[in-house]
């Protein structure tokens, strides 16, 4: 199965607080260099906004992608009403 990486999220702690994140999205998709989508953009962008939420705002340890993780991407877009914000 080949996965497809769009951005990523990094993030410093600082007295067990998040002190900076960085939040990288892709402009071109890796191997055929096409500007990616205005969709995969905006999911992708909420993808790795969870990732900064399970951190600042839920004080997590990791983010690992589980059923919790895409259970708050979904609903996160779903309250956006940006759609499938799990397929990222």
């Known amino acids: 199965m080949q996965s ?3 951005g990523y999220y990094r993030c410093s702690f600082e ?3 998040v002190s900076k994140a960085t939040i990288r999205i ?3 998709t890796a ?6 989508s205005a969709k995969v953009f905006l999911n992708t962008l909420l993808h790795e906004w969870v990732h900064h939420y399970d951190f600042a705002g839920l004080g997590l340890s990791r983010s690992p992608h589980t ?3 895409y259970t708050r991407l979904r609903e996160l877009a779903e309250a956006l009403g940006v759609g499938d914000g ?3």
């Open 4 to 6: 497809k990486t769009y």
């Open 26 to 28: 892709y402009h071109r």
């Open 86 to 88: 799990a397929s990222t």
């Open 15 to 17: 007295g067990g607080m």
């Open 31 to 36: 191997v055929r260099q096409q500007v990616i």
């Open 67 to 69: 059923t919790g993780f």
